[in-house]
């Protein structure tokens, strides 16, 4: 089974900044990749397929990057409603697997 | 417009089974590059995928579950069902379903959009 590892766990930033958050696969994906972003109480939301796909609604701020093991999800300009939790996904095998979320707080 | 809502039991027993019905609507479960996931989230922690079913019967299991899962559908219905046995407090849990859409010949697929998720207690 393929794991995904995902840093920092936690992170605190202020509106307006760039954020990155990074994801590693224990093996090659290629760009099988995929981004959620989960608010409390809520169900996950697709942001990015394919590594570097924007889903259609979601805001240009968010973009991805990466392929084989290292991938990275990049804020451009932190907004409010981005404090959230985000997770990664791997979709190259089944069974399919996350990483273990990054909770991004209000500094 | 594309939704999907998960039903069963809010609390069980433990070593009972627990049954989760998937309605879908707005997409057909015989799609082409359609299919349903089941993925979980016990409280406070992680998403943990559990299993998936495409539209010509293609069925996948969690390694670690395998042997407690069954996950099947009735097209008719607009229903995917999956089946868990030997419930344990640890599988305390928001159980959610979610439309996977694939791109076809490069093979990616992703979850999209996602049910709001049932939350199952088991507990004596």
């Known amino acids: 089974d393929i794991q995904m590892t995902q840093s920092p766990s936690s992170l605190s930033a202020s509106v307006g900044d760039r954020v990155t958050i990074t994801c590693r696969a224990s093996q090659s994906i290629s760009s099988y990749l995929n981004w959620y972003q989960q608010k409390p109480g809520k169900a996950p939301k697709l942001l990015i397929y394919a590594a570097s796909s924007l889903q259609s609604g979601v805001p240009s701020r968010f973009s991805g990057s990466g392929s084989g093991t290292d991938f990275t999800l990049t804020i451009s300009s932190l907004q409010p409603e981005d404090f959230a939790t985000y997770y990664c996904q791997q979709s190259y095998s089944t069974p399919n697997s996350f990483g273990q979320g990054t909770k991004l707080e209000i500094k | 417009q594309v939704t999907l809502k998960e039903s069963g039991p809010v609390l069980v027993k433990p070593t009972e089974t627990l049954t989760l019905t998937c309605t879908v609507s707005g997409f057909s479960l015989s799609n082409a590059r359609m299919g349903v996931s089941w993925i979980r989230q016990p409280p406070g922690k992680a998403l943990e995928w559990l299993a998936h079913?495409?539209?010509?019967?293609?069925?996948s299991y969690s390694t670690s579950l395998k042997s407690r899962l069954t996950i099947s559908k009735d097209t008719s219905k607009s229903q995917v069902v999956l089946t868990m046995t030997n419930m344990d407090p640890v599988d305390t849990a928001t159980y959610y379903c979610?439309?996977?859409?694939?791109?076809?010949?490069?093979?990616?697929?992703?979850?999209?959009?996602w049910g709001q998720g049932t939350l199952v207690t088991v507990s004596s």
């Open positions: 079913i495409f539209s010509n019967d293609e069925k």
């Open positions: 979610a439309r996977i859409l694939s791109s076809g010949w490069s093979g990616y697929n992703w979850f999209d959009p």
